[in-house]
């Protein structure tokens, strides 16, 4: 049973930074894809970015804004999120499953974290 805590949310203003992470309970880097979703206020749970093995995806709001990215020791996976817009606010959940497609399906995952809220005011 893998478990994943993300960390790194918070208040910001549109065009700032700001890097989430997600620690897994157990090394998945050769094992795991691993994805970023997001879910708004009053929306559906959406797709943000994945990872797995070199391959990486993005979804097209995001892409050339945000990096997705682990660390060497495959326990970690980051999301790097730059010229922020209030449209990025929603809580960020960080999710992994057995596989080496980097899915954009939230049904494909079967491990999720607990969130991190993101606000981005104008």
């Known amino acids: 049973q893998v478990q994943l805590v993300e960390s790194g949310g918070g208040l910001v203003q549109a065009g700032d930074s700001l890097r989430l992470s997600c620690a897994a309970s157990?090394?998945?880097?050769?094992?795991?894809?691993m994805g970023w979703f997001r879910q708004a206020p009053g929306k559906e749970r959406e797709f943000v970015a994945a990872?797995?093995?070199?391959?990486?995806g993005y979804a097209d709001s995001v892409k050339g804004r945000f990096t997705i990215s682990r660390d060497n020791d495959g326990n970690t996976v980051y999301l790097q999120m730059n010229s922020l817009k209030p449209e990025d606010t929603a809580v960020y959940y960080c999710?992994?499953?057995?596989?080496?497609?980097?899915?954009?399906?939230?049904?494909?995952?079967?491990?999720w974290g607990q969130g991190t809220q993101v606000t981005v005011s104008s």
């Open positions: 157990e090394r998945i880097y050769s094992r795991y894809a």
């Open positions: 999710a992994a499953y057995r596989g080496a497609w980097a899915g954009r399906d939230s049904k494909m995952y079967n491990y």
């Open positions: 990872i797995a093995w070199f391959t990486t």
